[in-house]
C-alpha cells in the first residue's frame, strides 16, 4: 500500500496492573481477571499493529513503561516503547501524535479496548489520509477507537474534551470542522470497558486464571 512506510502507529496503554487496568471490568471478573484480560488486549493489538507493517510501531505506556508484560509485548511485536507523560488523555494523546509526525507523514493512535480493530482497519485508516487531514473509527459508545492524523496534530483538537463520556466524538468533529480539516469517518467499532461489553470478545479470552464472566 502507498505509503504505508511513511505512517506510524502509536498504542496507548496502561500497564496490564490488578486495579489500575481496565478497573470498569472489575465487578465481572475479579481485578486479576481485568489485568489479565488487558493483558490479553495489548498482545492482540499489538500484533495487529505489527502485522499492518507500517513505517514504526510505538507502543506508549503510562504510568511508565518499565513493566514487564509492556517490556515483554513490545519486544514480542518489533515496538519501541516510550512514556505517555503528564496531561490529560487529550494532552498525551497530541503530544504522542505530534511527536511522531515530525518524523511521518501520517500517524495512526489506537488504545487496546477495541479487539476487532485489526491490520484490515489499520491500512483503511492509512489509506484515507491520502485524501483527508484526520481519520477517525467511533466507537460504539460516542467515543473512538482511532484518530489517524496527517501534516500535523491540532491541539485544540484534544483540548477541553469530556473523555470518557458518549459526547466525544460528536465534539471532536466538531472541532475538527472548526479547524478546517477534511475528515474522514471509518464504520464504528465497539470496545471493552464496560461488564456489558465483554460479548464483543471471543468466548475463550475470558478463560485465562482469575477472569470469570
Known amino acids: 500500500m502507498s505509503g504505508r512506510h ?17 478497573t470498569r471490568l472489575i465487578p465481572a471478573l475479579g ?6 484480560l488487558a493483558a490479553r488486549l495489548l498482545r492482540h493489538t499489538l500484533a495487529q499493529g505489527a502485522a499492518a507493517g507500517f513505517g514504526a510501531l510505538e507502543l506508549c505506556a503510562t504510568p511508565d513503561a518499565t513493566h514487564p508484560a509492556l517490556v515483554a509485548a513490545a519486544r514480542e511485536h518489533g515496538a519501541v516503547l516510550a512514556v505517555q507523560g503528564e496531561g490529560d488523555l487529550g494532552a498525551r494523546m497530541q503530544r504522542a501524535l505530534g511527536r511522531r509526525l515530525a518524523t511521518h507523514a501520517r500517524a495512526l493512535l489506537i488504545g487496546t479496548d477495541a479487539p476487532a480493530l485489526d491490520a484490515a482497519v489499520l491500512h483503511a485508516a492509512a489509506a484515507a489520509l ?9 466507537a460504539l459508545d460516542g467515543g473512538y477507537a482511532l484518530v489517524g492524523l496527517a501534516a500535523h496534530a491540532p491541539e ?24 478546517g480539516l477534511r475528515t474522514a469517518l471509518l464504520a464504528p467499532l465497539p470496545d471493552i470497558d464496560e461488564p456489558t461489553d465483554l460479548i464483543h470478545l471471543p468466548a475463550h479470552w475470558l478463560e485465562a486464571p482469575g477472569a470469570r464472566p
Do not use: C, N, Y
Open 156 to 179: 485544540r483538537l484534544f483540548a477541553g474534551i469530556a473523555w470518557s463520556t458518549p459526547q466525544v466524538m460528536a465534539t471532536t468533529l466538531e472541532r475538527a470542522a472548526e479547524l
Open 130 to 138: 491520502a485524501a483527508h487531514d484526520a481519520v477517525f473509527v467511533p
Open 6 to 22: 511513511d505512517t506510524a502507529l502509536i498504542v496507548f496503554a496502561k500497564a496490564p496492573v490488578a486495579g489500575l487496568a481496565k
Open 31 to 36: 481485578a486479576e481477571g481485568a489485568a489479565a
